[in-house]
T-cell receptor
Framework: GDSVTQMEGPVTLSEEAFLTINCTYT??????LFWYVQYPGEGLQLLLK?????DKGSNKGFEATYRKETTSFHLEKGSVQVSDSAVYFC???????????FGGGTRVLVKP | DAGITQSPRHKVTETGTPVTLRCHQT?????MYWYRQDPGHGLRLIHY???????DKGEVSDGYSVSRSKTEDFLLTLESATSSQTSVYFC????????????FGSGTQLSVL
């Protein structure tokens, strides 16, 4: 079945540091890929997505590129802020696009 | 913010008792989902619904049942709660059109003692 693997956390960074969270997937066909973010005490919310190979999703300074050849969708941000402290989830969709498979989540803590 | 309300927000119950969690939406979205979130496992799909009275199992459906009698409400029932069902439960909705994002509720923290 489909699966998503992302690096385990926690990832602890200083403010203005560069952030990378690795994500790889296995799926039949060509799924859409997503990054969701969960702030403390809240539900998940969509951060960015990409629907086909070589697409780059971006939002709030975060970027991720859909790499079919490496089945990856790594999340990056060039300069993190304390407010970026959260749990980040990578996800892939099924062929119909109506179900998501999530990775285990990566907790990120940004210190001032 | 999408109109999704989960109730209760917190519940403590005893092993063997039935528990029902409610998800209510005001967006008239076709698809509704129940996920559980556990450390090291991320979010795992329990059940989902693609319309009134149309439901299907997810990857961790054992011990859970669902019902959807109205578009706006999706109920998750633990017939006889066990300690392994202690978790945070999230409801999510989507329009169901391909690759549309999910909107999540704020979650229900369930503790089974």
């Amino acid at each position: 079945g489909d699966s998503v693997t992302q690096m385990e956390g926690p990832v602890t960074l200083s403010e203005e540091a560069f952030l990378t969270i690795n994500c790889t997937y296995t799926a039949t066909g060509y799924p859409s890929l997503f990054w969701y973010v969960q702030y403390p005490g809240e539900g998940l919310q969509l951060l960015l997505k990409a629907t086909k190979a070589d697409d780059k999703g971006s939002n709030k300074g975060f970027e991720a590129t859909y790499r079919k050849e490496t089945t990856s969708f790594h999340l990056e941000k060039g300069s993190v802020q304390v407010s970026d402290s959260a749990v980040y989830f990578c996800a892939s969709s099924n062929a119909a696009g109506n179900k998501l498979t999530f990775g285990g989540g990566t907790r990120v803590l940004v210190k001032p | 913010d999408a109109g999704i309300t989960q109730s209760p927000r917190h519940k403590v119950t005893e092993t063997g008792t039935p528990v029902t969690l409610r998800c209510h939406q005001t967006e008239n979205h076709r698809y509704m989902y129940w996920y559980r979130q556990d450390p090291g496992h991320g979010l795992r799909l329990i059940h989902y619904s693609y319309g009134v009275k149309d439901t299907d199992k997810g990857e961790v459906s054992d011990g859970y049942s669902v019902s959807r009698s109205k578009t706006e409400d999706f109920l998750l029932t633990l017939e006889s709660a066990t300690s392994s069902q202690t978790s945070v439960y999230f409801c999510a909705i989507s329009s169901g059109r391909g690759n549309e994002k999910l909107f999540f509720g704020s979650g229900t923290q369930l503790s089974v003692l």
